[in-house]
């Protein structure tokens, strides 16, 4: 029957081998989970394989880029040491390095990690800063150093024979090549954000970044100086340069009163220094030789009335520009462009061409035995500055012996004396400066040179964007200057307002003798004749500010003073005017607020017998108070 117990239980019996059983039904699950721990052991042996292969390539990295970092001062010491196959076979270490590491980061492996969210820009930051080394090593330094193996440095000297200038103009195309590339370079790691990598990767970046800033500014340098050098040499025809020399111990803004002043005619490398003259014999300017409104309210219309002016301004185009028009005015010949030195530089072309000595019988009898009978690098501004006034009382006399030394001193240049790379390193000093400067009339070529400190302007691509002045106008009538000791020192000082502000601080001390007003020639002194004392110097400081800023307070020695403000080319102008006896010393400082650059501020102040670094003195930081 089928409600009988027998019969129950065959049913179950029956139902139970028609289905699964528990075991049955556990054994794909714990296979499942067989698998699974086998991938996850997978995934995690992959994994830390895949950390200490990435591992490997950061170690790679980090050492080939390093190996190439050492490298780069080893390549600027072959350089300079001009050794050109020292110079190809460390770019060739180099270049192998820079390769390694750049292949490194193109790793399959590498390229993955890029991808990974949160940590991937760290990986694409280093790929980039290893092709970026490649970059440059490949595309900047080895055309260079195949350029600088290509010139005879000692060959381009001025000589009386000329200068083959055709390897400088050969080379302008790779230099232009090489600056194109490098510039690339870091444009593409300025796009890089940063604000999110790891330290480790983002103090390297920003190394290198900076590293990369200095190296476009010098490389783009190279290849405007490669594209214009030539043409301004000679190269294509005969230039005439105006060459003013200036007095340093009679102050002007972008150095002293052009006293000396001579044709200085370049062709195809052959220099020669034709006609000499002096600021007093080009004579007044009637009608004035227009200057624009704003430096002429600043420095009265004596800018283009006396060539003794020119540069009261401190912005040496307008300097140049007016005197060329001058010189033509007086003379009827057209010049080409300006050339400005002081006796400062004359010395550093004197270190670079050696001793010269003074053979000019005009010259010797007019020292009569007092002044040196040849010129070096150490004698020659005492002698130019200080000297020849004591020593020769006619100031017309003066002149020609200033003019006569010029015409000894390049006389040994253009003859090929000296040492190429030593001229070059000393007008690049001068140049550093303000003592060298340039102005060509051809608008292509100033174009270039204004973006360059050498040009002396105070707006544009070559002034800083947070960049202050100094700049000095004697008003004693004399040569004075030479005695005249200063420094000048910015402090950053707190504001509440956002904006910056800082105060210029110029210190100038009189060091004249006691009695100066009659131990010194009165040609020195001035001798009371435009109404200061004899021994006493009076000049006219005259301070810039960045663009856009205001100049808001004077004071002298502590105290408040009043001042004129101006502006010229949006930038602020104050101008506070001092008197020193002999010994005597003042401090004058003027206050600029309502600054928005928000870079580093720097100075540049007029060139004097000083040396620059004893004059500019390092930023100070003032206290700021609680909540400030």
Same mark, same amino acid.
């Given at each position: 029957?089928?409600?009988?117990?027998?019969?129950?239980?065959?049913?179950?019996?029956?139902?139970?081998?028609?289905?699964?059983?528990?075991?049955?039904?556990?054994?794909?699950?714990?296979?499942?989970?067989?698998?699974?721990?086998?991938?996850?052991?997978?995934?995690?042996?992959?994994?830390?394989?895949?950390?200490?292969?990435?591992?490997?390539?950061?170690?790679?990295?980090?050492?080939?880029?390093?190996?190439?970092?050492?490298?780069?001062?080893?390549?600027?010491?072959?350089?300079?040491?001009?050794?050109?196959?020292?110079?190809?076979?460390?770019?060739?270490?180099?270049?192998?390095?820079?390769?390694?590491?750049?292949?490194?980061?193109?790793?399959?492996?590498?390229?993955?990690?890029?991808?990974?969210?949160?940590?991937?820009?760290?990986?694409?930051?280093?790929?980039?800063?290893?092709?970026?080394?490649?970059?440059?090593?490949?595309?900047?330094?080895?055309?260079?150093?195949?350029?600088?193996?290509?010139?005879?440095?000692?060959?381009?000297?001025?000589?009386?024979?000329?200068?083959?200038?055709?390897?400088?103009?050969?080379?302008?195309?790779?230099?232009?090549?090489?600056?194109?590339?490098?510039?690339?370079?870091?444009?593409?790691?300025?796009?890089?954000?940063?604000?999110?990598?790891?330290?480790?990767?983002?103090?390297?970046?920003?190394?290198?970044?900076?590293?990369?800033?200095?190296?476009?500014?010098?490389?783009?340098?190279?290849?405007?100086?490669?594209?214009?050098?030539?043409?301004?040499?000679?190269?294509?025809?005969?230039?005439?340069?105006?060459?003013?020399?200036?007095?340093?111990?009679?102050?002007?803004?972008?150095?002293?009163?052009?006293?000396?002043?001579?044709?200085?005619?370049?062709?195809?490398?052959?220099?020669?220094?034709?006609?000499?003259?002096?600021?007093?014999?080009?004579?007044?300017?009637?009608?004035?030789?227009?200057?624009?409104?704003?430096?002429?309210?600043?420095?009265?219309?004596?800018?283009?009335?006396?060539?003794?002016?020119?540069?009261?301004?401190?912005?040496?185009?307008?300097?140049?520009?007016?005197?060329?028009?001058?010189?033509?005015?007086?003379?009827?010949?057209?010049?080409?462009?300006?050339?400005?030195?002081?006796?400062?530089?004359?010395?550093?072309?004197?270190?670079?061409?050696?001793?010269?000595?003074?053979?000019?019988?005009?010259?010797?009898?007019?020292?009569?035995?007092?002044?040196?009978?040849?010129?070096?690098?150490?004698?020659?501004?005492?002698?130019?500055?200080?000297?020849?006034?004591?020593?020769?009382?006619?100031? =017309?006399?003066?002149? %020609? &012996?200033?003019?006569?030394? *010029?015409?000894?001193?390049?006389? /040994?240049?253009?003859?090929? !004396?000296? @040492?190429?790379?030593?001229?070059?390193?000393?007008?690049?000093?001068?140049?550093?400066?303000?003592?060298?400067?340039?102005?060509?009339?051809?608008?292509?070529?100033?174009?270039?040179?204004?973006?360059?400190?050498?040009?002396?302007?105070?707006?544009?691509?070559?002034?800083?964007?947070?960049?202050?002045?100094?700049?000095?106008?004697?008003?004693?009538?004399?040569?004075?200057?030479?005695?005249?000791?200063?420094?000048?020192?910015?402090?950053?000082?707190?504001?509440?307002?956002?904006?910056?502000?800082?105060?210029?601080?110029?210190?100038?001390?009189?060091?004249?003798?006691?009695?100066?007003?009659?131990?010194?020639?009165?040609?020195?002194?001035?001798?009371?004749?435009?109404?200061?004392?004899?021994?006493?110097?009076? =000049?006219?400081?005259? %301070? &810039?500010?960045?663009?856009? *800023?205001?100049?808001?307070?004077? /004071?002298?020695?502590?105290? !408040?003073? @009043?001042?004129?403000?101006?502006?010229?080319?949006?930038?602020?102008?104050?101008?506070?005017?001092?008197?020193?006896?002999?010994?005597?010393?003042?401090?004058?400082?003027?206050?600029?607020?309502?600054?928005?650059?928000?870079?580093?501020?720097?100075?540049?102040?007029?060139?004097?017998?000083?040396?620059?670094?004893?004059?500019?003195?390092?930023?100070?930081?003032?206290?700021?108070?609680?909540?400030?």
């Amino acid at each position: 029957m089928s409600g009988t117990p027998e019969s129950s239980d065959a049913g179950l019996a029956g139902l139970a081998s028609h289905g699964p059983d528990r075991a049955t039904l556990r054994r794909p699950r714990r296979r499942r989970l067989v698998i699974a721990s086998l991938w996850l052991a997978v995934i995690a042996v992959l994994s830390i394989a895949a950390a200490a292969w990435l591992g490997s390539r950061a170690t790679i990295i980090k050492n080939e880029l390093e190996a190439s970092a050492q490298l780069f001062p080893v390549l600027r010491d072959n350089v300079a040491a001009d050794k050109p196959q020292e110079a190809k076979a460390t770019s060739e270490k180099l270049l192998s390095h820079t390769a390694a590491a750049r292949d490194a980061a193109g790793d399959p492996l590498w390229t993955l990690a890029r991808s990974i969210p949160w940590i991937g820009a760290n990986f694409s930051a280093v790929a980039e800063v290893a092709r970026s080394a490649d970059d440059v090593a490949t595309l900047g330094v080895t055309p260079l150093v195949k350029v600088f193996d290509s010139l005879d440095w000692n060959s381009l000297m001025p000589s009386p024979a000329g200068t083959n200038l055709e390897p400088l103009r050969a080379a302008s195309p790779s230099v232009s090549s090489a600056a194109h590339a490098v510039r690339a370079t870091a444009e593409r790691l300025d796009g890089i954000d940063a604000s999110n990598l790891w330290p480790q990767v983002a103090e390297p970046l920003t190394r290198a970044r900076e590293q990369l800033k200095t190296v476009t500014g010098a490389l783009d340098a190279s290849a405007n100086a490669a594209q214009i050098v030539p043409g301004m040499l000679g190269a294509d025809g005969e230039r005439n340069y105006l060459l003013m020399i200036q007095n340093n111990s009679e102050a002007r803004a972008s150095g002293g009163i052009p006293g000396a002043l001579a044709i200085l005619t370049l062709d195809k490398g052959k220099l020669t220094l034709g006609t000499q003259s002096s600021g007093s014999a080009v004579g007044v300017m009637s009608p004035v030789i227009p200057v624009d409104a704003e430096q002429q309210q600043i420095y009265s219309t004596r800018l283009g009335q006396y060539i003794q002016d020119v540069n009261l301004t401190p912005d040496f185009p307008t300097a140049a520009a007016t005197a060329q028009a001058m010189w033509e005015r007086k003379t009827g010949q057209h010049v080409d462009g300006v050339l400005s030195l002081d006796p400062v530089a004359l010395g550093y072309i004197l270190d670079a061409t050696g001793p010269v000595k003074i053979t000019s019988p005009e010259l010797l009898a007019l020292a009569k035995d007092k002044l040196p009978t040849a010129l070096n690098g150490k004698n020659v501004v005492p002698t130019l500055l200080s000297d020849v006034y004591a020593k020769i009382a006619s100031p =017309t006399d003066q002149d %020609a &012996y200033f003019a006569g030394v *010029a015409k000894e001193i390049f006389g /040994a240049l253009s003859s090929g !004396k000296g @040492d190429a790379k030593g001229l070059i390193k000393g007008m690049t000093r001068g140049a550093a400066e303000g003592r060298v400067l340039v102005w060509s009339g051809g608008a292509a070529e100033q174009t270039i040179i204004a973006n360059y400190p050498l040009s002396g302007s105070i707006a544009g691509k070559s002034v800083a964007p947070a960049q202050f002045g100094v700049y000095f106008n004697d008003g004693t009538g004399a040569k004075m200057d030479y005695y005249v000791k200063r420094s000048v020192q910015l402090v950053k000082e707190c504001t509440a307002d956002g904006y910056g502000q800082v105060k210029v601080r110029i210190t100038s001390t009189n060091t004249a003798p006691a009695d100066a007003a009659t131990s010194l020639p009165a040609y020195v002194t001035g001798g009371g004749i435009f109404g200061v004392p004899a021994g006493t110097v009076q =000049t006219n400081v005259i %301070a &810039y500010g960045p663009a856009q *800023a205001n100049v808001e307070t004077a /004071a002298v020695d502590g105290k !408040k003073t @009043d001042f004129a403000a101006h502006r010229h080319a949006d930038r602020p102008v104050g101008t506070v005017t001092v008197t020193l006896t002999p010994g005597q010393s003042s401090t004058v400082e003027l206050t600029f607020g309502k600054i928005v650059q928000h870079t580093e501020p720097n100075v540049v102040v007029t060139p004097s017998v000083q040396a620059v670094k004893d004059v500019i003195l390092g930023t100070e930081n003032s206290a700021c108070g609680a909540g400030t």
